[in-house]
């Protein structure tokens, strides 16, 4: 840091003459945000079923057990016992069990922010400060939601990785991702594209449930070749008619409310959905880009997400990166542990740092799907 006289930044904010008494920020390096927001809807959902505790508006699902992974119970199987009898069939014994557990480790990531106490010092009296805080505050909320954005629609780490917590693409992924490592027929497909494959870096399987003992666990998945009616299309809609999936025991019912689904594309996929919208409607008016926002596949919206054009996105080796995920966002859920879901720490000045003051905050443990069946992915 330079001397405090040289130092521009607060100078800048604090001198009353410079008329820094407010700013604009252009700190956000995206024009739109889709998984950190759509987390956040999930809390509402979650508070009216005391699932969650409010901290930083983030909604985690809190686990007050210890140890470094968290395990849920999934149901695998159902009872076949069903059968036309008259009235003296005995009944037979069935003390089969229908669930299995699934567990993934705990990750944790911070973000932090500094003020030093001679800095504030400077700032008083007619050089009252107006937003040094707030715009380093600022700063360290927006690098949380960047981060979140692009590690949640990133690649899933390696299986080395001791430290990153499972992105969307861990539950959500292609054939190509799989073990098989290219579309093929769809011979390692179950009826209706389910996948019946495991990730080429967890062949284990999401949440350790193998998707190729249990085909119900995995997420629907198809090739297309061209965004047309025939094909891209056409299989969105079969995506969306075999995802629509309610069972019909309401028991245990994981979340209230209709489900918030969308798809999410590339920005030359929505321009091309966008063209075949106005060439099948005669009302389009002057507008040159009539349609381009409109929910047109079956009241299905279709947004795009910067993160998937952005060269840092690599679906597979291949140049051609255009992809669609389905998302049922009712299903996806942040597990945290107490304690860790965003709180301020704040480290006093210590030897190292005597004039320092440091907020801290952890977010620990995992994404978690938990009916990966409702969403369906399509690439090319």
């Known amino acids: 840091m330079p001397a405090i006289e040289s130092h521009t930044g607060l100078l800048n904010q604090t001198i009353k003459q410079f008329q820094r008494r407010s700013f604009v920020n252009i700190s956000n390096t995206k024009q739109y945000y889709t998984a950190f927001p ?4 999930n809390a509402k959902r979650a508070v009216e079923n005391k699932w969650i505790k409010f901290n930083f508006g983030l909604p985690v699902q809190v ?21 036309w009898v008259d ?19 705990k990750r944790m990531c911070r973000c932090h922010w500094s003020y030093n106490k001679r800095e504030m010092a400077a700032a008083r009296g007619p050089e009252e400060i107006t937003s040094l805080i ?5 700063g360290s909320d927006q690098d949380f939601a960047d981060a979140f954005e692009n590690w949640f629609w990133g690649a899933p780490p390696a299986s080395t990785d001791t430290r990153t917590a499972f992105p969307l693409r861990y539950w959500l992924f292609t054939e190509p991702e799989s073990s098989v490592g290219s579309y093929t027929t769809f011979t390692g497909l179950i009826a209706n594209n389910f996948l019946n494959l495991n990730h080429n870096d967890y062949s284990s399987g999401p949440g350790g449930i193998s998707r190729v003992t249990y085909q119900q666990w995995g997420n629907w998945n198809s090739q297309y070749g061209t965004f047309n009616d025939t094909d891209a299309v056409d ?7 075999d995802t629509n999936f309610f069972s019909p025991v309401e028991y245990p019912d994981m979340a209230k409310g209709g489900p918030d689904r969308a ?12 063209r075949l919208a106005r060439g099948q409607n005669d009302a389009n008016t002057s507008d040159l880009l009539a349609r381009i926002n409109d929910i047109d596949i079956w009241r299905t919206p279709m947004h795009r997400v910067p993160q998937l054009d952005s060269s840092d996105f690599s679906l597979y080796s291949s140049s051609n990166q255009d992809v669609i995920y389905g998302i049922d966002w009712s299903v996806f859920w942040w597990m945290s542990t107490s304690g860790f879901t965003l709180q ?16 801290v905050r952890y977010l620990d443990g995992q994404l978690v799907c938990i009916e990966p069946r409702r969403c369906f992915v399509l690439s090319k």
């Open 235 to 241: 299989k969105i809609a079969d995506a969306i008619m």
């Open 134 to 138: 707030t715009s380093r505050q600022l």
């Open 63 to 83: 686990s007050d057990h210890g140890g470094t992974q968290f395990t849920f119970n999934v149901q695998v199987d159902k009872g076949s016992t069903f059968a």
């Open 344 to 359: 301020d720490e704040i480290l006093e000045p210590s030897r190292e740092a005597p004039l320092d003051y440091t907020h």
């Open 38 to 41: 759509a987390v956040q809807r």
């Open 87 to 105: 009235m003296h069939d005995p009944v037979n014994i069935d003390e089969r069990d229908f669930q299995i557990q699934a567990t993934l480790p």
């Open 263 to 274: 798809m999410y594309t590339t920005k030359e996929t929505v321009k091309v959905r966008a």
